[in-house]
């Protein structure tokens, strides 16, 4: 069941984009005179269609191979390939005819909807939730770093204060872009000694290897002191006397100073008993408690002393600039990314994720909305990215050909650009079939 909710937030996320996308060129070359033959949801290869109706001099419809969509602008070469078109004499409401700036605001139309889109998402929703977040200050035991934290020299407890020299204020930033993506000094305190440990340029070929993950560089929970929280009713805690704010010191005499301490040795005595030590007030108490079957006892640790989450909540104007903050993060982290792959720091088949992994990790197999649109804002502003890449066949490649034409001031002929078409129509194509085919490499790892 999970898997179909993944697909069908995936298709309706990309569907919504896509059509808006391409909107953003239709209303433009619409606004310029141009004329507009063709709006699709979806490739209609071949012909093949779903779905089709045809309003004034516009087909508009549903194709059958879900890869994206388009519209046809007359007298322009584009995906549709239509090379008898443009053998034709030049007419005043094509493409081709109008002056070279007005042609790059309609190639720079669907970049510029995707872009407004995320930011009207990331602003709503920061209108409707606000922020929440657990303030670094309030982190009283310290950081939980996995595998890959502690190759680099974290340890349990640390205290994290501050990222290439600025001060830590959210317990967040210490698993986002600016630690991943950079090459990062972290300032630690241990104990009594304050610490510089660097975090390597490739740390992300780590954290996206096969059961690794965020979890695995730093825990996305702080640690907790052993003090118990709460007993659940009937469970063998309760029945052997234990009381909420007992702090649990040992198990079987083995030092507990953690939660995670206590929770990953528990579960090794299943079926049997474990004598907890227990410092009760001034008191320090020896209790026997039965583990069950699952490897529990019925407490819990989660308390609102040692974890104090904070939301701040915006007006609808105060909202817009962390919205926007918020879509900018995006559009630059894609850049970050896109030129650590370029220059060898990331392997590429860490770097990038097809729909598999799209719907899988960005939307999740629950659908709940708040995510959703997150998720979507989130695609609409890598979306924005990836068309302005100067890769033919994408808006950044004709946006480029356009900026050399107006330098020059003539235009490059059509040959040339139908090559040229071509040629990013084999790029996109190859790039397609890597990403599909290391969705599901990783799929079948996972």
Not at 397 to 405: K, M
């Amino acid at each position: 069941m999970s898997g179909l909710i993944m697909a069908a937030q995936l298709l309706l996320g990309l569907s919504i984009l896509v059509i808006l996308h391409e909107l953003g060129h239709f209303l433009a070359a619409r606004a310029f005179g141009i004329k507009v033959e063709k709006f699709y949801l979806f490739f209609d290869a071949w012909g093949v269609k779903l779905f089709s109706f045809k309003k004034g001099d516009c087909e508009y419809g549903i194709g059958w191979l879900p890869l994206g969509g388009y519209v046809k602008i007359a007298g322009m070469i584009d995906e549709s390939m239509d090379t008898e078109q443009m053998n034709q004499p030049a007419q005043p409401w094509e493409f081709r005819s109008k002056p070279a700036w007005q042609r790059l605001i309609v190639m720079l139309g669907g970049v510029i909807v995707n872009v407004v889109v995320g930011i009207l998402i990331f602003w709503m929703l920061t209108f409707k939730y606000g922020e929440t977040f657990i303030p670094n200050s309030s982190v009283q035991n310290g950081i939980n770093p996995g595998s890959i934290g502690k190759e680099i020299g974290l340890q349990k407890g640390d205290k994290v204060i501050a990222i290439n020299g600025n001060k830590v204020i959210r317990f967040d930033e210490l698993i986002s872009s600016k630690v991943l993506l950079g090459n990062t000094n972290l300032t630690v305190i241990r104990g009594e000694r304050t610490l510089d440990i660097k975090v390597p340029e490739n740390i992300l070929n780590r954290i996206s290897e096969p059961d690794m993950g965020i979890e695995s560089f730093i825990s996305r929970m702080p640690l907790l002191s052993t003090r118990i929280d709460s007993i659940v009713s009937g469970k063998a805690a309760e029945k052997a006397g234990l009381k909420k704010g007992d702090k649990i010191t040992s198990v079987n005499g083995i030092p507990m100073k953690y939660d995670v301490d206590f929770r990953s040795i528990v579960p090794k005595y299943k079926g049997k008993t474990v004598d907890l030590g227990i410092d009760r007030g001034t008191e320090k108490l020896s209790v026997k408690v039965p583990v069950d079957t699952s490897g529990t006892v019925g407490i819990g640790f989660i308390a609102t002393s040692q974890i104090k989450e904070e939301t701040i909540n915006y007006g609808l104007f105060a909202s817009l600039p962390i919205g926007a903050n918020q879509a900018w993060k995006v559009f630059s982290d894609n850049g970050k990314g896109i030129w650590k792959v370029l220059t060898g720091k990331i392997q590429a088949n860490k770097a990038f994720s097809g729909p598999v992994e799209i719907a899988r990790k960005v939307y999740g197999g629950e659908w709940v909305w708040s995510r959703f649109w997150a998720s979507t804002g989130f695609i609409s502003i890598a979306l924005a990215f990836m068309n302005l890449l100067p890769i033919p066949a994408l808006d950044g490649g004709h946006v480029v050909f356009l900026v050399v034409e107006m330098i020059k001031g003539k235009p490059l002929g059509d040959k040339f650009m139908e090559r040229a078409q071509m040629v990013g129509f084999v790029l996109l194509l190859s790039l397609m079939v890597f990403v599909l085919g290391n969705d599901i490499f990783k799929a079948i790892m996972h």
